[in-house]
C-alpha cells in the first residue's frame, strides 16, 4: 500500500499561554452538544476495559485523581501490536464514534481498536500535553482554525500532526471546511461533519398562526411585530443569560453584512490591517439592538437561559430561536410528538440573494506525527472520509458530512444543506480568532449592549483589545 501521509517535522514549540476557563466556549456547536452529554462521563478506568475492540475508556475520574490518560490502560503509544490502531477523543463524539467503529472493524477485522474519549475541559489539556509528551494515540480528535490549545492552528507549529494531503477526498472539502482545515496549503485534519447557525423554527406553530419563515431583513421585522400583536408571544426566543448564546445571532448577521461582502475580512484581520470596531461588525450589532427595540425577542433576554428558550420553542411559546444544527435534537425531546421544525437563514438585508449562512467544520481527526501506527492510522482516516462512513458519522451527530453528498439528511437541514452545496457558507467566527479571549470579550459586548451599560462600538474596541493579544 502506498500510504499518502507525511510526517510533519517535529520542532521544539512552547506551550501557548492562553489556557481558557471553559472548552466548551470554544466552539458554539460542541457546547450545545456538550450541555446533552454529561451523562457521557463515566468516570470509571480500568484495565479490563482494555480488551479487545472498541473499547472506550472514559478518563473523567482518571483526570480527577491526576493521573494520565495513559496510566488508564495500556499505554495508547507504545504498543507493539502492528495491528493496533489508537484513538483518542472528547466524549461528545462517543455515539458517532460508536456508529462508525463497527463498520471498519468489519472491513478490517485484524486491526485491534481502542478508543479513548473524556470530556472536553479535560480532553483539550491532556491531548496537547500526550502529543508534546510523545504519549499520544494514533489519532486524535482536534479542532479546525484556531481558539484553544488542542486546535489545528496550534498544533501544526509544534509538528505534532502529519500532513493529510495526500489523502484523496481531503481534496474534496469546500472552502469554508478548506480554509480551517490547512497551514500554508497542506491539510492537517479531516473534519467529518458540517454544522449551521440559524433559526430554528417551530413550523407546527408558524402554520397553526398563519406565518411563514421571513426572507428579507423588512419581512423578519415585520414578522415580529405581526407575532407580538396576532399572539401575543414574541416571534424569537434569546437565552442572553446563558453566555455562548448571546454570540449566536451576531455569527448569523455577519456572514452576509460583513465576510460576503468583503471575503478577505479574517486574513486582513490576522494581518493587522482591519479591526471590528470599523467594520460591518458595528452594523450586525446595531442590527441586533434593532431587533430587541423591534420586540423581536422575549422580554428581559438577559433573565433567560439557553435551555428555558428550547422550552419555550418546543411548547410553541415562542416561534423560533437562533441556534446550532444541535439545537434541534434538544428541542425535540421537549417537543410533542410530530412537532415540524426547519433551520433557516437569518436574512441581514433586502437583497435575498445575498442571504448567507455561517457554517462550520466539526468532528475533526487528525494523525499523529509520531503515531507508533501510521499505516492504520491513514487507514482510518481514509476510511472515515468515505460518503458513507461520513453520512453515518453526521447522522449520529445531528449535521451534514463536510463534503456534501446525495444522502438522506434530516429534513429540517435542508436548507443549510442547500447553502452548503452552493457554497453560501462562512466559517464560524471565533474558527479565525487568535485566542479565546476574544470569544469573552464578544460575550460582555452583547450582553453590556443588552444591559444598556456599553455600546456596540465600546465592545468592539474591548474585541479588537482582546484580539491584538494574539495567542
Same mark, same amino acid.
Given at each position: ?14 506551550? *501557548? ?181 440559524? *433559526? ?62 468583503? *471575503? ?146 434530516? *429534513? ?60
Amino acid at each position: 500500500m502506498e500510504h499518502g501521509v507525511r510526517r510533519a517535522g517535529h520542532q521544539h514549540c512552547a506551550d *501557548p499561554d492562553h489556557l481558557f476557563h471553559h472548552a466548551e466556549d470554544h466552539h458554539p456547536g460542541l457546547r450545545q452538544w456538550a450541555q446533552g452529554l454529561t451523562a457521557h462521563r463515566n468516570h470509571l478506568c480500568s484495565k479490563e476495559n482494555t480488551m479487545r475492540t472498541s473499547r472506550i475508556l472514559a478518563l473523567g475520574a482518571v483526570a480527577a485523581l491526576g493521573i494520565t490518560a495513559v496510566g488508564c490502560s495500556n499505554d495508547a503509544s507504545t504498543s507493539d501490536d502492528k495491528n493496533a490502531l489508537t484513538i483518542s477523543g472528547v466524549s461528545n463524539e462517543k455515539a458517532a464514534l460508536d456508529a462508525v467503529i463497527p463498520m471498519f472493524e468489519e472491513e478490517y477485522p485484524d486491526i485491534d481498536v481502542t478508543v479513548e474519549t473524556s470530556a472536553l475541559d479535560q480532553y483539550q489539556p491532556t491531548i496537547r500535553t500526550q502529543l508534546s509528551s510523545g504519549t499520544a494515540p494514533d489519532v486524535v480528535g482536534v479542532w479546525p482554525g484556531n481558539g484553544n490549545p488542542a486546535a489545528m492552528e496550534v498544533l501544526v507549529p509544534g509538528g505534532f500532526l502529519a500532513d493529510l494531503s495526500d489523502i484523496e477526498r481531503t481534496q474534496e472539502f469546500p472552502e469554508g471546511v478548506a480554509s480551517v482545515s490547512q497551514v500554508d496549503g497542506a491539510t492537517y485534519v479531516a473534519p467529518l461533519s458540517f454544522a449551521g447557525i440559524g *433559526p430554528i423554527y417551530n413550523m407546527t406553530a408558524m402554520e397553526e398562526a398563519g406565518f411563514e419563515i421571513p426572507h428579507t431583513w423588512s419581512d423578519l421585522i415585520d414578522f415580529c411585530h405581526e407575532a407580538r400583536d396576532q399572539t401575543g408571544h414574541a416571534a424569537f426566543g434569546l437565552g442572553a443569560g446563558t453566555n455562548w448564546n448571546t454570540q449566536l445571532l451576531t455569527y448569523a448577521l455577519t456572514p452576509e453584512v460583513v465576510y460576503g461582502p468583503d *471575503p478577505d475580512f479574517a486574513a486582513e484581520m490576522a494581518a493587522g490591517n482591519r479591526t471590528f470596531a470599523d467594520s460591518g461588525w458595528v452594523d450586525a450589532l446595531d442590527m441586533y439592538q434593532e431587533m430587541v427595540d423591534e420586540g423581536c425577542f422575549v422580554d428581559d433576554p438577559l433573565g433567560v437561559s439557553y435551555e428555558a428558550t428550547v422550552t419555550a420553542i418546543a411548547q410553541g411559546d415562542v416561534f423560533g430561536a437562533t441556534l446550532v444544527t444541535s439545537g434541534l435534537a434538544a428541542i425535540r425531546a421537549e417537543a410533542p410528538e410530530g412537532t415540524e421544525l426547519t433551520m433557516a437563514a437569518l436574512p441581514a438585508s433586502d437583497d435575498e440573494s445575498k442571504t448567507l449562512m455561517p457554517g462550520a467544520a466539526g468532528s475533526a481527526w487528525a494523525i499523529n506525527a509520531e503515531a507508533d501506527h501510521p499505516e492504520n492510522a491513514e487507514l482510518f482516516i481514509e476510511f472515515l472520509l468515505r460518503a458513507d462512513v461520513m453520512q453515518a458519522y453526521a447522522d449520529a451527530n445531528g449535521s451534514l458530512p463536510s463534503i456534501p453528498g446525495d444522502g438522506d439528511i434530516d *429534513p429540517a437541514l435542508e436548507v443549510l444543506k442547500q447553502y452548503q452545496a452552493e457554497d453560501k457558507t462562512v466559517p464560524w467566527m471565533d474558527q479565525n480568532w487568535p485566542n479565546a479571549r476574544v470569544q469573552a470579550a464578544h460575550f460582555e459586548a452583547v450582553q453590556n449592549m443588552l444591559s444598556g451599560v456599553a455600546t456596540a462600538e465600546e465592545g468592539l474596541a474591548a474585541m479588537d483589545d482582546a484580539y491584538a493579544q494574539g495567542e
